[in-house]
């Protein structure tokens, strides 16, 4: 009796920096207490750039090929043994990062800080964990999430990063019974949908800074941002101490043009980069919070003390925890304006690499710029 050939699918996988290839792989059948799941939308992100660039992303590098995406909604195709809350033909959200719900943690209800997490797309632990950039995955039940029904696909993509900043929010205590006025650094995607989700708060002032005017431009005509403030670049700062009043006299000029000389009740620093950190203790309120969204710089200079003797709060944030429901919910409501815009542009998987040169470059060959890009089913996938 010959062996039953078990049927293939297409994934993008990353062999190494710069090297992406589109692969057909057996597609299995889902485990006890998994969904399979036809991935319909991921939305491409920049720890996957760093990734498909260098082969790595900060500490974490490649020891095996990688699929990526983790910004990802689709179709349920399967459910396997002990799943009783899916059925076939069901849209879903799904939710990467797979918690132990065993440690202390995750007991606590912060398992996005669990040691055991395992992340789709991440290198951080081994056997690496597959992303969403494959036409089917199997993905286990409890982090999968039903879409409201007026839920499109790309919107419940964005629920991932929207995630992020739900969960900054809050640490930060952000929330539509305590109005805020609000400053965000960097307006990429995680920027914007920082001011987006300010402004659905009810935030009485949402403005952004960056160093790129055309981003700037689209925050405020889209209605992200109130206010924009652009950022000068200057030669890089010879000496701690120059690199530090730098900081000090640029965000000056931005609360001076903003016309908020004392500052804003909550920063959502958005980009990593060690002046705009410098910049967001200066740009707090009295009493303020600075929240720590973006990765970059490693090792940074703080005026601390102008920190500790306005009782200015600096909270890291990682991740997120017990957030999708809520960013679906919000995404369907219509309390996000404009929110779709963010998508500037789309490739099918078998594209997955020219989408990925696409995104380092910030720009394509009519000078439009990338903001977040869309990956939809390979032409060759059955759904």
Known sequence: MSPIALPTQHAAVLHGP???????RTLWPPHQGQVQVAVTATGLCGSDLHYYMHGRNGDFALQAPLVLGHESAGVVTAVGPGVKNFVVGQRVAIEAGIMCNDCNYCSKGRYNLCKNMRFCSSAKTFPHLDGTLQDRMNHPAHVLHPLPDNCTFDQAALAE????????SRRADLSPS??????VFGVGAIGLLACALAKSYGATKVVAIDINQARLNFAREQGFAE????????DRAKTTEEQLRRAKENISAALSAFNMPDGFDVIFECTGAEPCIQMSIHAAVTGGKVMLVGMGTRNITLPLSAAALREVDIHGSFRYAHTYPTALALLASGKLPNIEKIITHRFPLEHA????EL???????????VIKIMISPSSQSSH
């Open 18 to 24: 710069k090297d992406l290839r589109f692969e057909p």
């Open 161 to 168: 990063p929207l995630s992020v900043l739900l969960h900054a």
């Open 178 to 183: 305590t109005p805020s006025t609000v400053l």
């Open 227 to 234: 206010q924009v403030f652009c950022l000068p670049i200057a």
């Open 353 to 356: 690499a020219r989408a990925f």
């Open 359 to 369: 995104l380092s470059r910030g720009k394509d060959e009519e000078g439009r710029m």
